[in-house]
């Protein structure tokens, strides 16, 4: 590695490192939200973030994000906030998490003694936290331990032309350095599960990818969402197959060597399908309710940084890993270009290719990785969403055959 | 050769992609062969790269996404008139009824 692609990485225990050190604060249900807030608030440009679980419900899938959220390599120390009443494991998290060798610590606001003396705690916990990570170990870190995650959001005609297809180039490069990259929205790829089984590393994946399309394609069908609309005809997509090659495009060429579940990271590098839709029968209502509910889905399979090709225009950012935003339509780059990162619209102008744009996402891969920051970290922005869902643990066809 | 208002997504395509609108009565360059442009090509729309032949698969990110349902020349625009899915019929009549009526 030469020394402009050097990474320092913030070592953790479990052998992980992480590109960003933040505090996440952590509501355990919508009732605590306004004191972890207020908590987070002054920090926020301090790499504080605001994290949490709004339900009061248990839910297995829930826990486990929140697990490994709060384990997350680009996490230094988390303070969860209770009210007291609600029924997730707020014990299990915090050993969890002590486990994990980061700092944590626990306020549950009807012990404390209401809002006013949770928050005051605990800004000052904040504060010593903040001041202690300044001492968390760098160490020099490679390319093929970054993970890196991609999903589209506000797309348009040009996503498919360009900025999707221009992320499949940039992870090809990741991928052929031994980088872990990760796509998904299994219910986006209907019509093109068999040109993604052709990719898969052996033969018994490529019927759990297939499998996979097939549950999402009926997960839709039960919640009454077709997937070919008219509107897709007006801009030129002929068939099912090419709509959904347009978002498929995002993950490149290279061999799939495994499907991942939400919270599952992968023990080596190459390309995954992460499978959002949930198992068994329908409940809890959509997979995902919106792009940042699957892009915390994505950092919970350790992805360091994420990918967001958009056309029309989205903004977003998130909690606890940097978004690059790449946009696909120049007159939308024109108008937002304050929030974009990458102006693969270029490529409509004839003023780039889409090698050159993809060597430039990965480029800025890695000096994300370096600290540079991105729009929506400059911005402030830090959504973050969390629902109900269900899963049932991967089997062994999913992962990579040991060489 | 192609006009470089033509994408090519990935070298085993047999269409291209308008990268913005091309008109009417223009001259486009496919395959290092001049033709002139029948019916206006909107952005996002496909070209034969080639010239297909009915049955032939159609290739966009060098994956296969429909088949031709007529011959195509080299330059004419591919879509619902002259290809189909190979996968589940994905168009609905008045799509159809569109197109032909724009025709």
Not at chain 1, 38 to 57: D, M, N, Q, S
Not at chain 1, 95 to 105: A, C, K
Not at chain 1, 276 to 292: A, L, T
Request: aromatic residues 6%; negative net charge.
């Amino acid at each position: 590695m030469t020394q402009a692609t050097e990474i320092f990485g913030y070592a953790r225990k479990d052998g992980r490192k992480g590109i960003r050190n933040v505090v996440v604060v952590v509501y355990l249900v919508e009732c605590a939200q306004h004191v972890a807030r207020e908590i987070a608030y002054p920090f926020r440009t301090r790499g504080v973030h605001l994290i949490g679980f709004g339900g009061c419900y248990p839910n297995e899938y829930a826990a486990r994000m929140m697990r490994q959220l709060c384990t997350h390599p680009n996490v230094g120390g988390v303070l969860l906030v209770s009210l007291g009443c609600e029924s997730f494991d707020r014990q299990g998290l915090a050993e969890t998490i002590r486990d994990s060798g980061r700092p944590v610590e626990t306020l549950v606001i009807q012990q404390t003694g209401g809002t006013r003396k949770t928050v005051a705690l605990g800004r000052v916990w904040v504060e010593s936290t903040l001041g202690a990570l300044g001492a968390t170990p760098r160490q020099l870190m490679s390319i093929d331990e970054l993970v890196i995650g991609t999903v589209c959001g506000g797309s348009d005609a040009t996503s498919g032309l360009t900025a999707n297809p221009a992320v499949g180039r940039a992870f090809d490069l990741l991928v052929a350095e031994r980088a872990t990259a990760i796509f998904e929205e299994t219910g986006e790829l209907i019509g093109c599960e068999h040109i993604m089984a052709a990719r898969a590393s052996n033969p018994a994946l490529a019927d759990v990818l297939v499998a996979a399309v097939e549950k999402a394609a009926h997960y839709y069908t039960v919640l009454g969402h077709g997937s070919f609309a008219p509107g897709n005809a007006d801009g030129g997509l002929t068939t099912q197959e090419e709509k959904s090659m347009g978002a498929y495009s995002k993950s490149g060429s290279s061999r799939i060597s495994g499907l991942i579940k939400p919270g599952d990271v992968p023990a080596a590098g190459g390309l995954y399908l992460l499978d959002v839709v949930p198992d068994g029968e329908v409940r809890f209502g959509f997979p995902n309710i919106n792009d940042i509910a699957e892009i915390a889905e994505l950092i919970a399979c350790g992805s360091h940084l994420i990918l967001f090709p958009t056309g029309r225009g989205s903004v977003v950012g998130s909690a606890i890993s940097p978004v690059v935003k790449i946009c696909a339509n120049p007159e939308t780059y024109r108008r937002m270009s304050e929030d974009m990162d990458v102006n693969a619209g270029r490529i409509l102008e004839g003023a780039a290719t889409l090698d050159a744009v993809g060597r430039e996402i990965f480029d800025l891969v890695v000096a994300t990785a370096q600290g540079r920051r991105t729009t929506s970290e400059s911005l402030g922005h830090q959504e973050f969403v969390l629902t109900y869902k269900s899963f049932e643990p991967i089997g062994p066809a999913c992962l990579p055959v040991p060489a | 050769m192609n006009d470089e208002r033509l994408l090519l997504l990935s070298p085993a395509d047999n269409v291209l992609v308008a990268i913005c609108a091309i008109e009417c009565g223009s001259s486009l360059t496919v395959g290092g062969k001049t033709i002139q442009v029948a019916e206006r090509i909107p952005l996002g729309f496909k070209v034969a790269a080639r010239d297909i032949t009915a049955g032939q698969k159609i290739f966009k990110y060098g994956a296969h996404i429909g088949s031709a349902t007529r011959d195509i020349s080299a330059g004419s625009t591919v879509h619902v008139h002259n290809m189909k899915s190979d996968y589940l019929p994905t168009y609905k009549p008045e799509v159809h009824a569109r197109h032909d009526s724009s025709d």
